[in-house]
């Protein structure tokens, strides 16, 4: 079962995040990592280290348990107490994530360990056997159990329905589960032969990696927070040509080779488990339908793409008043609109660890003093990886383990007001954890189309505060033209890295795929939303796309999580919609929205958006939001920009 296996990895990833901003990483050697605030994993899972003899002993009793699960229950679902199997399956689920996220937390600050790699490895062969061993049956009797027995079952023991978003879930997977041995096989085989360590190399290989800048090397973070964060156009052209070059290497062809295994694993499981199209599976996995998530990717097509355009077009014209830019290329996509400032990409206004802390407190105090309680509790009960240091994964995300002992978030804090941002969207997804964990552990994690709601409502109550505390109107428009640039990133590129992936799985199908190949669909799918570069005759308001093509490489959703993408962009306009209803009736907003967290996977999209008066089934919904959303942020930015002089002549 597909869906239960990354339920049991309880992570909520947000590698992708530093992909739609390009900013979050951190440039590791302005801040000094030694005196920021480190995780404490030890206190909450209750293991001195992944070494400890305690995790063999727990692994042994969870596979006792798992036995004597299978034992009492396989082919009896129909007349045991259905009730007591979920139960003991949620119980024996949560053991095994416990372990595993104590080991995958463990090794992302420690990248570079070997050692510690083969034991996450060792036990995560374990955990696969025990899990196709014993419990692997237990999804597929659960989708197989007749109607009328689930109805008896349900009319015999009332408490049993508070499982049913679960027992639900799992008997929509029913037409496209295969037989027992080889769904067992498929699972068993997983940790030695399947995408998993193909991807794992990869990105160890992609950590380590170095670039090439002035005088010496740096890694990825560094680099990309330089560029993002220059003043000069020339120097960020030449972080972006670094980038560019460095992925071209040896780099570009190990990622071809985890992404052609991944979407020909895909491309097979569509065939064999009879999926209608090729973002079925993760339509269903999100109670998504198919025609509602391909009217968002039409409707950010139709009208995403006109405002993206318009957007770039504006801020070409600020950046050539402003730092003399007279052709804009993509490396000056997310270039800090700082009036008056020139340099090398080092920025002396660091904002403290502390101060990040209280911007954010503060702004969900004033929109939620319950979820800032929340936020204050990760911080002072140190969940919170905050510092950027070698051999660590690079981004940032949030990972709700289990119940009763997480959230945690890993960050590379370095100090920007980006940085600030990712606390905020990172403490969103916490809270929603938080919220969510009443629905116990096979029933906290939203479906990815809700799963980025707290964290970007975060982003937004944070940026919203800082708008109003701005003391200029060079201030606002400043802090305005960042936040289009998020929701630009996180709405049009995410749609067009989703329309990459369609291309590479569709080309799947007719052979492996090359990094040559790939190339081509990354630019394909760049001037479809971006349009084709003026210096080509195009209307993009970018005139060149020099140093693009490899950058595909670097982005690790398309290898972890196939078509996950579009969530970004479907939770950014579900926040600006909701945002909206917030300023025209703040009434039992809060309470509301509370409401939708804490139901966590209970409840699908259109049930939970309900009561706010939101309907994404609505054909006219996404082009709507767009207008509303982005379009008004760029109308708000066009009239700044031309008070202040920055459009005229």
């Known amino acids: 079962m597909r869906r239960l296996v990354l339920l049991a990895s309880a992570w909520r990833h947000c590698e992708g995040f530093l992909h739609r901003r390009q900013c979050a990483w951190a440039s590791g050697d302005t ?94 062969q374990e955990s696969s056997r025990v899990y196709g061993d014993c419990l692997e049956w237990f999804a597929l009797d659960l989708a197989e159990m007749p109607d009328a027995d689930l109805a008896r079952q349900y009319e015999a023991e009332p408490e049993l329905a508070k499982y049913k978003s679960f027992v639900d879930e799992t008997r929509r997977q029913k037409p496209h589960n295969l037989a027992k041995d080889v769904e067992r096989a498929l699972t068993v085989r997983a940790p030695f032969v399947g995408t998993r360590p193909l991807v794992s190399f990869f990105d160890k290989e992609l950590s380590l990696m170095k670039f090439k800048l002035d005088d010496g090397e740096v890694n990825m973070e560094v680099l990309l927070s330089r560029m993002q964060s220059s003043p000069d156009a020339a120097f960020r052209a030449k972080c972006l040509k670094s980038l560019n070059d460095g992925l071209g290497g040896s780099i570009t062809r190990i990622a071809a080779l985890s992404l052609s295994a991944v979407t020909g694993g895909w491309h097979i499981e569509n065939k064999e488990r009879k999926y209608v199209a090729l973002r079925s599976q993760r339509n269903l996995d999100n109670n998504c339908p198919d025609e509602v998530v391909q009217g968002l990717l039409d409707g950010v097509r139709s009208a995403g793409v006109p405002l993206c355009k318009r957007y770039y077009g504006l801020k070409k014209k600020i950046l050539h008043k402003t730092q003399g830019l007279e052709k804009m290329a993509w490396s000056d996509r997310n270039a800090p609109i700082d009036i008056g400032k020139a340099g090398n990409g080092t920025d002396n206004d660091k904002i403290s660890w502390d101060s990040a ?76 954890d938080i919220l969510a964990y009443e629905q116990g552990y096979l029933q906290y994690h939203p479906p990815l189309t809700l799963a980025e ?17 701005a003391k200029s109107k060079e201030e606002e428009l400043a802090l305005l033209m960042s936040k289009i640039d998020d929701v630009v990133n996180s709405v049009v590129r995410q749609c067009s890295f989703d329309y990459f992936e369609e291309l590479a799985h569709t080309a799947r199908e007719k052979g492996e795929l090359t990094a040559d190949e790939l190339d081509e669909f990354w630019v394909k799918a760049l001037t479809t939303y971006y349009g084709t570069a003026k210096d080509e005759g195009g209307d993009s308001p970018f005139d060149t796309y020099a140093d693009v093509s490899h950058l595909w490489a670097y982005v690790p959703h398309f290898h972890h999580v196939p078509f996950y993408v579009y969530s970004y962009a479907f939770a950014d306009l579900v926040v600006g919609t909701l945002y909206s209803s917030f300023l025209k009736t703040p009434n039992g907003f809060e309470d509301r929205l509370i409401a939708l967290l804490a139901a966590g996977g209970t409840k699908d999209f259109a049930t939970a958006l309900a009561p706010f008066g939101l309907d994404p089934t609505d054909k006219s919904f996404w082009e709507d939001a767009l207008n509303a959303h982005l379009g008004g942020l760029v109308a708000e930015a066009e009239r700044l920009a031309a008070e202040l002089g920055f459009t005229g002549a």
């Open 357 to 432: 802390v209280s911007m954010v407190d503060r702004a969900y105090r004033k929109f939620s003093p319950r979820m800032a309680e929340m936020f204050m509790s990760m911080v002072n009960e140190k969940r919170i990886d905050v510092p950027a240091t070698d051999g660590k994964k690079g981004g940032a995300y949030c990972a709700g383990v289990v119940p009763g002992v997480g959230p945690f978030q890993l960050l590379n804090f370095d100090g920007t007001k980006q940085d600030v941002a990712t606390l905020a969207h990172e403490s969103g997804h916490g809270c929603h």
């Open 453 to 469: 709601t707290a964290s970007i409502f975060g982003e937004m109550i944070v940026f919203r505060d800082l708008l109003g505390l």
């Open 31 to 124: 801040m000094d990592a030694e005196t920021l605030p480190r995780w404490n994993l030890s206190a909450r899972f209750g293991f001195t280290s992944p070494y400890d003899e305690a995790i063999d002993a727990h692994l042994k009793e969870t596979e006792q348990r798992a036995k004597a699960f299978k034992d009492a229950f396989e082919g009896k679902l129909s007349t045991a107490s259905l009730r007591d199997a979920v139960a003991e399956y949620e119980a024996i689920s949560a053991r095994r994530t416990l372990v595993s996220s104590f080991l995958h937390l463990s090794y992302d600050t420690a990248l570079n360990d070997d050692v510690l790699k083969k034991r996450k490895g060792a036990v995560s």
